[in-house]
Structure formats: C-alpha cells, structure tokens
C-alpha cells in the first residue's frame, strides 16, 4: 500500500493539470488506463482504452439536501492501492469459474472549512472494463443524509458518430420497450445497460454493479456526448435516504475491441460480495413448462370462470407432460384470490394464502412430488407492495409448508405507479427502480431463502450482479419478453433477440420464455405472431442465459413437433463454460456453452431481419474428442414472414478446429448439441 502525500497531489492536482500528471491506475494487462484529475475545479476521471481516448474528463460528487456539495472545492487528500487475481466458483451460472483480476486505486477528497468533510472514490480496473463507487465514511454533521442529486459524468467526445443502443427511462413501461439504435446525440434520458459503439469501433457498455439500500442509476444527456448520472427519485423527490457510513453502487465501464467481447466479460458479477446464504445446494437450475401463455393468447384466463387456467385438472396435466419429457417443474398463474375484474389495478385485494375452489394447491404439490416435478408459485402484486409485504410470511410459510422451492413474483404497475402505504397510513407512489423498491425486491429474495426457496422477479428492477450475493435470485425479467408477441403493438422486432444479449443480457440472466412453436396461431398475416423461424426458437435456449428455461407452448404444439422438440429436452440449463463466438450489436450473434458436469456443449446462432450466413470455428470443443454434431437450422426455403417453419435437422461428425457452416435465414438461427462420443 502506498499513500500519497497532500503536498504532492496538491501540485498533481494544480490547475491546468492534464492527464499525463494525473493519479492513474491500469488494468491487468495495461490497455485499459483510469486518470484521476481535477476539470473545472472538481474531482473528474478519464478513460483510455489501447492508448486512445474513449471517455473524456467527466465529473464526479455528490449533492445533499443540507450538506454541502461534495465535488467543487474538494481536492485530493491521499490514496492507495491495492491488487487482486483469484478464481472463484458459482453454485450456477454462465460459467463454473470466475477470475477476478484487478487493480485498484482508492482516491480521498476533503474540504476545508468551518467543517472538514471527506469522501472517497474506490476505482477498480479490470481487462474487460472498470468499476467505481462512492465511500463516505462518518463525519460531523452527516449522520443522516439526503442525497439529491449524484454528479457522475460520462462524457464522450463525438456524439455524433457513436451509436447506442438503448431504452428510455421514467418511462410507464418500467424496462419493457423496443430497443433503440441511433446516434449518441439522439438519446433523451436512457436505462443501463447502456451500449455504444464508438467512432473506433470500441464498444462500450454503462451499467452498475450491486444496487443495495440506493437508487438506481439512469443516464440523462445534458449537452451531445454528455451523460449524467439521474437517480431515480423518492416521491418526495429525494433520490437516496441514508446514514453515513455508506457506499454507492459501483458505476461500471464495460470495455472491448469488438462487440462479442462485451459478451464475455465478468465484471458485474466482480463487483458484488460473495455468497452470503452459505449452502445454497437448494436453489436448482431447471426447465419448466406452465399454465402461462394460454391467458396471453387467449385460450385462458387468470381469472376465475370457464376459461380459469390455473385449475387442479388442468396442472395435473402440464405436471404429467413434464414427468414424460423430463422438465423439473410447472408454473401455475392465476390460482389465487384478487384476479377477478380488472387484475392490473387488483392489487389491495390479492390473497396470498387463498385459491380459488378449483385448485387445489395441497393436492397439486402433492401430486406433483410423487411424479417428480415441484410446482413453481406465482404472486402477483399488481405493484401493492404493502399488501404483498403484510402478507409475505404467511404465503412464503404456505409455499415452504407443501414443497414449493421456486416463485415467480410479478409487480405490474405503470412505472411511478407502485403503491407503498406510509406510516400515517397515505398511499405514497414509487418507482419500480428507486430506493424503496430496491429495498422491497431484496427483501423478497432474503425472506425467501431463508425457506430455502428462489426468487424469479418480473417486473422488476435492473440486475445488477447480486445473484452472486443472493444465489436465490436465480433470474428475473426486465426486458421485453416473449408475451409481447402474443399482444404487444407492435410485437418484437426480428431484431430484439440479436440486441438483447450486447444490452439487457449484460446485467445478468433473464427469463424471456422462449420455445414457441405454434407461430402464427392467427395466421402468419396476423399482426400479433412470432417473428423468428421455428430455429430461432430454438436457439434463444443458447444465446439468451438463464438458469431457469421455460418451454413456454402448449404440450399440444410440442407433441406436433416431436424432433424439434428433443433440443429443448436435451438442452441444460446451467453451465461448465460460456464463449461468445460471433456477432455484432443488433445484426446477429452466436455462443457457445458447454453442460455443467458434463462434456456435451451446445451453440446458438441468431441473425436479425437479413439472411447470413456464419462460418464458425469450433476450437471451443475438446482437443482429442469426438462429437457428433446435431444440427437444427433454417432450411433453405425458411424465412420468418412466409416460411417460418422450414427447419433441417442433421447430424455430422466434428471435431476441435473445425469449422461449422450455419446458415441462418430471414429472422433465423441454429441451434446445435455437440454429443461427445465414448
């Protein structure tokens, strides 16, 4: 450790300092370089990525509601430095093992005055990009605080001629929109993950790392090419409540050469703390199929009545077909009190512990059991959080009392409309991503483990790494899903699968539901329909990460479809390795994941609205071994408009260094299992 003296960052930080002076600290292998300096007479950092400038000055502080700012006027009172290179393991994931490798350089602000104040920025560098975050330790006149507002700055030089991928923020759909691709300087306010492609070719991604007891993060462009950290605020216009000391979140630079390495980089799970549940054996990895795309299509309904979805009979039957075909569980939405009438604003009326008559929920976990196959609860909040809150022992008891190990959590509610009930008993209206929900989602997640059950949120706030804290927080939505294709205006472009995994997929698994066969149940003129080819279904399995995978169609469709079907049996839902192999933002991408515990792996390859063709290397696969190839692609005559269904399955005889020819048609993919042989 080293520290360095007032004196000597007081001439580094003099004015007219410039980058070449300033306090730097490196990544591992030297192409990623972090300067600390002083621009406008506040702390600021930059970034250098291969020797070339890729974030200019930009500032960073805190504003309080009675403190004063810190930032201007503060200037460098020491710092130190500190390394790190260790290898740990996930219980599940996209990769058994992770290296954390980095350099670290913590650097601390004070201020003279009638009250001397201080805080400190932790910057940790990694290959693949860097994280920061604010420390504030306990001082005189800082016991509790408000912030209201964060300084962070991103500033990038050429707006113009940067690209970025991105969905709007303090929207009324939370984080379910259609992508964006446009130029930097177009961007209004924007959610991270937030991607970019500068002039270069570097492509950058925005994001945070362990949101715990602070608001999320959204980027608003003051002047083109200027991003400033947005905190999304209280009701009461506060953005964070809080007691020294505390830490933000980490502001994280994911960095790289190309697109496909954003693709495999670890620093969001680097960033969070390690496990703290200790034995997490419990929470298993899986595929499931559910009483769930019925009400979207309208076959069903969530609410009581001749359509009622979620009825003993009709789970006993998706409990059977996944017996037959190996899946580990079903879902079951819609077997509780509350969904009768206009269930989106049904939140005060939800019970927990109550079904309605025609499901049995003893019976069903019970029947269930004895075929092997757990049944996956559902609460749906409407975004009534204080009732879920009153309610949430009982139910959790409830679940833990027949077998329940996983829950499917939804808090529907137009962003801003989430209704919390204050301690004079007013109903007061928050953000899905502001400090008390992040609060509220992460109590969910612990009250949970602690009977050993998962948590699968929908609707919920960004994730930003805490699986590897919390492993029971298996995975979550937090994008457009599938359902949009059911009734979405308009529903998912082709292209919404190819910009998921360089934006959304960043932060971490997400359940989007894939596996639809039946894709056009209206017809393939109809408005409402799935825009892939029958292959692309099949490869979202692949390129779309979470540990736990829903067959989302009827058994029906499945059953018309029986070779097609056998990839979804095969394919795991948990991991040994992960490799992104190809791709670029918005047009196509492809990956390579091999089984956890086993030697099999498994590629999927997706392309946008254009026929592609990818010649990819197979140098993923184990030296000296044989696989059999088993191949499900775009026939030659498939195209998603006309053609959907044209699929070819074949098999051939492969090796490592290969090469494997895909190719992929209109809004098309490959999906392909490399079986080892004895």
């Known amino acids: 450790m080293k520290t360095i003296s007032l004196l000597l960052c007081l001439t580094f930080f003099a004015a007219g300092t410039t980058l070449a002076d300033a306090l730097k600290v490196a990544s591992p292998n030297g192409e990623i370089v972090v300067s600390i300096l002083m621009q406008d007479g506040a702390p600021a950092y930059a970034v250098e990525f291969r020797g070339k400038r890729v974030l200019s000055p930009s500032k960073l502080g805190l504003r309080f509601k009675k403190a004063p700012t810190f930032g201007e006027g503060f200037s460098v009172s020491g710092s130190s430095r500190a390394s790190r290179d260790e290898t740990w393991s996930q219980p599940w994931g996209e990769r058994k093992y992770v290296r954390d490798h ?17 805080f400190s920025v932790r910057f940790r560098v990694f290959d693949d990009g860097l994280g920061f975050r604010y420390e504030v330790a306990k001082q005189r006149g800082m016991k509790q605080v408000d912030i ?9 030089s ?51 790392a ?44 994911q960095i790289s050469a190309d697109a496909v390495g954003l693709l495999n980089s670890d620093l969001i799970l680097n960033l969070n703390e390690p496990n703290k549940l200790g034995d997490v054996s419990w929470v298993k990895p899986g595929k499931y199929v559910g009483i769930w795309w019925g009400m979207h299509v309208g076959a069903n309904t969530w609410e009581s009545g001749d359509k009622h979805g979620a009825t003993t009979a009709e789970t006993k039957r998706f409990m059977d077909f996944a017996a037959a075909y190996g899946f580990d569980g079903v879902l079951v939405e819609g077997w509780n009190i509350g969904w009768d009438g206009s269930w989106f604003h049904n939140g005060d009326v939800f ?38 809150r009153r309610q949430m022992d009982a139910a959790y008891d409830l679940y833990e009392k027949h077998g329940v190990t996983q829950i499917k959590t939804g808090y529907v509610a137009d962003g801003g409309g989430i209704k919390r009930i204050d ?8 953000w899905h991503d ?24 929908h609707e919920p706030v960004k994730d930003t790494g805490l699986r590897r804290t919390y492993p029971n927080w298996i995975t979550r939505e937090g994008a457009r899903g599938q359902e949009f294709n059911a009734w979405g205006s308009p529903p998912n472009p082709p292209e919404h699968t190819a910009i998921l995994p360089y934006t959304r997929m960043l932060s971490g698994p997400m359940d989007f539901t894939p596996g639809i066969f039946d894709l056009a149940w209206d017809g ?11 292959a692309k279904q099949l490869a979202l399995y692949v390129v779309l990460y979470s540990p736990i995978q829903m067959a989302a169609d009827f058994p029906k469709n499945y059953s018309a479809r029986p070779d097609a079907f056998q990839f979804i049996r095969d394919v795991p839902a948990d991991w040994e390795q992960s490799k992104a192999l190809a791709g670029e933002v918005g047009d196509y991408v492809a990956f390579a994941r091999q089984e956890r515990g086993g030697p099999d792996w498994y590629l999927g390859a997706l392309t946008d609205e254009q026929a592609r063709r990818l010649t990819l290397r197979l140098d993923f696969l184990a030296p000296g071994q044989a696989y059999t190839a088993q191949i499900y692609r775009d026939g030659d005559k498939a195209d998603w408009l006309t053609n959907p269904y044209d699929m070819v399955i074949e098999e051939k005889s492969v090796q490592h260094g290969d090469t494997l020819v895909l190719p992929l048609a209109t809004s098309g993919g490959a999906a392909v299992r490399f079986k080892a042989l004895p």
Do not use: C
């Open 102 to 118: 980095h350099n670290e350089l913590r650097v601390d602000f004070s201020r003279d005055g009638k009250s001397k104040h201080t």
């Open 148 to 156: 209201v507002d964060e300084i962070t700055e991103f500033s990038f």
């Open 158 to 208: 050429d707006a113009e001629q940067t690209t970025a991928w991105w969905i709007p923020a303090r929207g009324w759909n939370r984080y379910e929109y259609i992508y964006n691709t446009t130029a930097l300087n177009a961007v209004e306010r924007a959610h991270t993950p937030f991607t970019l492609k500068l002039p270069g070719g570097t492509h950058i991604s925005i994001h945070e």
């Open 210 to 253: 362990a949101l715990v007891d602070y608001a999320a993060m959204t980027l608003d462009q003051r002047r083109p090419g200027w991003l400033k950290a947005d905190l999304v605020p209280w009701s009461d216009g506060v953005r964070v409540k809080t007691r020294t000391p505390f830490k933000s979140p980490w502001r994280t630079l």
């Open 351 to 388: 019970s927990f512990t109550e079904s309605y008559p025609d499901f049995d929920l003893p019976a069903v976990a019970a029947y269930g059991k004895a075929k092997g196959v757990r049944l996956i609860g559902h609460h749906e909040t409407s975004g009534s959080v204080t009732n879920y």
């Open 423 to 430: 301690k004079q008993g007013y109903p007061r209206y928050e």
């Open 434 to 457: 502001g400090q008390f929900m992040v609060g509220e989602y992460l109590h969910s997640v612990i009250e949970a483990a602690k009977r050993r059950i998962s948590i699968n949120t």
């Open 524 to 534: 393939l003129d109809a408005e409402n329909r799935v825009k892939t080819t029958l």
